[in-house]
């Protein structure tokens, strides 16, 4: 293996780079997960090796006739509980904000999905949805850099789910609901949305594009489209 | 408690004649021969389930390259032995679909249930022997229906096994047809096997347990299958009305899950999964079960905390009926419901977290005999603590944002499926084998099978959470079809090495069952030295389970080391001396 993927393969290790506000926030979570999980999995691990190693049957050793001790069981569930509703009370906020209300949109969009491709719906130059100057683009979803951005997800066929790993999103597209999701992303660049929810035999290879462009070149690109749409 | 009912009429060493071979043999009502029919229908199945990972895992590392030796498969199932995206679809719903209904269930509930049940109460044999050998052949009638849909135009099933509808609900959607009907008919067909399998185990543990056996004397297997039963019994049902909708709706033009009619697609999602989540406690209490009754048995201590194991048991079962929306988070329900799955799933934790504590309790200062059984069952307990703690990411459901649907989940259920399931059932086999076939399982074959399969197990499944932490999707067939993937392929490649592996150390496995049944080492009444009933009797016990009277219990099942003992264990049935004395 070449030096380059082989350190390319080691930055894989890790969480791709977050590029929405909110991914610091996830991945935030993930890390104290990591780190509680990875501690207890050392101290009960080690514990058992120790253990095993310890009291392995020896000629002339006995075992101790040990039935339970109430005291300890009341220690490490309450501990225990204490430790995972800690965590699901922290995370709630987190969820809130993202699911659940989120800050006000700047851009609007429809997305909707369909076997085996997203449909882009942009505002025309009315900036409204719904009218008839708007502008529907397969699989290119371009939005500007730095604002709030809220679309209304739904889907034609069977059940997809749009992700974006770098923005930590996804959201199942569902058929006969429309569902808000918001994101603002914050570098710009390309960025792959593959569908993560099983859609067929085209469900492998289901990706689109998003653009993360700055204000004029979104505003570069969307005028160009609308006057090859006409 | 119930002595007189635990008399079967006719059964036991009543000087009656054995019955032919047909009766003995194919429609045996004897539990443990049903117990043994589950036992080889699952690795029959268990072959053709992980035969299919192994197609799997060649197509993610070298996607859309022919299979070695598979260019025989005709058009259009593979093209020259290349599995096109279809075919790899069934190929998971069907993996996962064989693994969970068809070799997990009917291994530790059909089988071991079956088994032990009768034995380790101390009773003659079920209470409803008929509905017993119902239940199995019901079982595989299921099984035959669901390889039937190998052979039908469309192929078999490519839905997932949780079939979301609308993608199961119109065939056009998949282009399977037939072969999804009969997915739905296998399933509703293997409920009604389940349910009689689940009503006489709970009437044969409340009615038929021997004199002394109180509830709290029963081993914490027959606790966990009790349990098991309970949750299939309520389960079950919830999965085959949401068959039999998906059924009309495929087949009767209804709209139960199709939005263009009225129906709603989550129905299905919040129907499975109120079914699904319990299965999931299905599949791993009796696991746990057989762990503590190993883990007791080789540490010779008695098991820590055994109310507390029973009453965690308890606690999951209860708990498992309010935690079904964690795998609808992002569904597209609700998300202030999500909030409160959250929490009821963190909090389902503790309990699994409680046994987990109480099983080192019981290796703490115990005389660790380190036979093969344990090997497997201590390794059950290494490989349930890591996926139970990667439970807690997607518990939390910001995280799950983003690993929902991708490789960390892959990892998570298989850790606690292989890693934990399956490395139970490798325990519970040796440790029972010579009471099922009267012959010791070879020790190093065992051992040998043993640590090929928990290093290739780990090599196989821990990398999978690297690449779920890098956003790689479950269900796709071709990785290099998106950039971002394209940087982890050399981990596809070496999980598929290790798959390989561990596919192939199976055969260890299976060469031992067949070698230890016509040549192992003759096993005595009890090889082990363990306290339970089951080891009171011949190996393989009578038909009627002990000739004479029944066992009569005096303490519980985990008396080892007990100072009023002479040597290191107290059967179920010894009286002790001391405490006699004392009582007297």
Known sequence: MEIASLSELIRRFWLPQGISTYSPRIDFLFTLILCITALVWVLVTVTM???????????????????????????WTSITAVILIALALLSRST??????????????????????????????????????????????????????VRFELTSKDVIHSFFVPWLRLKQDAVPGRHIHVWFEATKEGEYEIPCAELCGFGHSGMDGTLYVQSEADYQRWLKKKYAESR | MSTARAEVPGAGSTGRPQPGFVRRCIFSTDHKTIGKQFLFMALFMMAIGGAMAMLMRWELAFPETPVPLMSWVPEPYMYGGAIPPNTYNSMFTMHATIMIFFVIMPILVGCFGNF????????????????????????????????????????????????????SAVPIYTGVDWGQNLWCISLIVLGISSLMGSINYITTIINMRTRGMTFFRL??????????????????PVLSTALVLLLFDRLAGTHFFLPQGGGEPLLWQHLFWFFGHPEVYIMILPAMGIASEVISTFSRKPIFGYHAMAYAMGAIAFLSWIVWGHHMFQSGMN?????????????????????????????????????????????????????????????????????????????????????????????GLIYWFPKMFGRMMNETLAKVHFWITLVAFNCTFFPMHILGMNGHMRRIYNPLQYDFLKPLQPINIFISISAFVLGAAQFILLANIIWSMAKGKRAGANPWRANSLEWTTSSPPVHGNWDGPLPVVHHG????????????????????????????
Not at chain 1, 114 to 134: A, C, M, R, V
Not at chain 2, 220 to 233: E, G, N, P
Not at chain 2, 380 to 390: Q, R
Request: with cysteine; proline share 7%; glycine share 8%.
């Open chain 2, 219 to 236: 081993p914490l297997i027959i606790w966990a299958l009790f349990i098991t039963a309970i949750l299939l019994l309520f389960a079950l």
């Open chain 2, 335 to 427: 998300p202030a419901l999500g909030s409160g799955f959250m929490i009821t799933t963190m909090i389902i934790g503790v309990p699994s977290a409680i046994k987990v504590f109480n099983w080192l309790g019981t290796i703490y200062k115990g005389n660790i005999h380190y036979t093969a059984a344990m090997m497997n069952a201590l390794a059950f307990v290494a490989m349930f603590i890591i996926g139970g703690l990667s439970g807690i990411f997607m518990a939390c459901t910001p995280v799950d944002m983003y690993i929902h649907d991708t490789y960390f989940i892959v990892a998570h259920i298989h850790y606690v499926l292989f890693g934990g399931s399956l490395f139970a059932f490798f325990a």
């Open chain 1, 49 to 75: 090796i120790v253990f095993m190693i310890r009291y392995r049957a020896r000629p002339g050793r006995t075992a101790a006739y040990i039935e339970g001790n109430p005291r300890l069981e009341v220690l």
């Open chain 2, 557 to 584: 099942p985990y008396e080892y080391s007990s100072p009023f003992g002479e040597e290191d264990y107290l059967p179920q049935n010894v009286e002790t001396p001391a405490k006699a004395a004392v009582a007297g």
């Open chain 1, 95 to 148: 969820w809130a904000d993202i699911k659940e209300q989120g800050p006000p949109g700047e851009v609007f969009y429809k997305v909707t999905a369909k076997q085996f491709n997203w449909e882009i719906t942009y505002p025309g130059p009315d900036g409204k949805l719904g009218t008839s100057d708007d502008v529907t683009v397969e699989n290119e979803f371009h939005v500007p850099v730095n604002k709030v």
């Open chain 2, 116 to 167: 032990l049940i009768p034995l380790m109460i101390g009773a003659r044999d079920m209470a409803f022997p008929v509905l017993n050998m119902l239940s199995f052949w019901v079982g595989a009638i299921a099984a035959v229906i669901l390889l039937a849909s190998f052979f039908v135009t469309g192929g078999p099933a490519a839905a997932g096994w949780t079939s979301y509808a609308p993608l």
